[in-house]
């Protein structure tokens, strides 16, 4: 049963900007926080930023600080990630994760060792290209 779906990657030009999509299958209010990852082949998945559903506390990994902003629609159950400045470093699958238990948003629950046993579902990811 799918219950996150990313959209919104593609291919862009270095300096260029995409926005990416997180969709719940039913209501995003079901959770509390939800997290965005970039997974590159041959690295360990890197945690960008996470919002709270509820009160749209955000957390910025320093990779995603000034770059990226998160966001959130309740009414459209989606959680947003706008990337500006797109850069070589960047390219990658990224991926929206949840859990249905009352974590908070901060910089643990997007650290490679507590995401494994803090977030249990994920969506099946959005590939993101850049070009110089």
């Known amino acids: 049963q799918v219950q996150l779906v990313e959209s919104g990657g593609g291919l862009v030009q270095s300096g260029e900007s995409l926005r990416l999509s997180c969709t719940a299958a039913?209501?995003?209010?079901?959770?509390?926080?939800v997290g965005w990852f970039r997974q590159v082949p041959g690295k360990q998945r890197e945690g960008l930023s996470c919002?709270?559903?509820?009160?749209?506390?955000?957390y910025y990994a320093d990779s995603a600080k000034d770059r990226f902003t998160i966001s959130r629609d309740n009414t459209e159950n989606k959680v947003y990630l706008q990337m500006n400045s797109l850069k070589s470093d960047d390219p990658g699958v990224y991926y929206c994760?949840?859990?249905?238990?009352?974590?908070?948003?901060?910089?643990?629950?997007?650290?490679?060792?507590?995401?494994?046993?803090?977030?249990?579902?994920w969506g099946q990811g959005t590939q993101v290209t850049v070009s110089s």
């Open positions: 994760a949840t859990d249905p238990r009352p974590w908070p948003c901060n910089g643990i629950m997007i650290k490679p060792d507590i995401v494994p046993m803090a977030l249990d579902i």
């Open positions: 919002i709270s559903i509820g009160d749209g506390t955000t």
């Open positions: 039913g209501p995003i209010t079901d959770y509390y926080v």
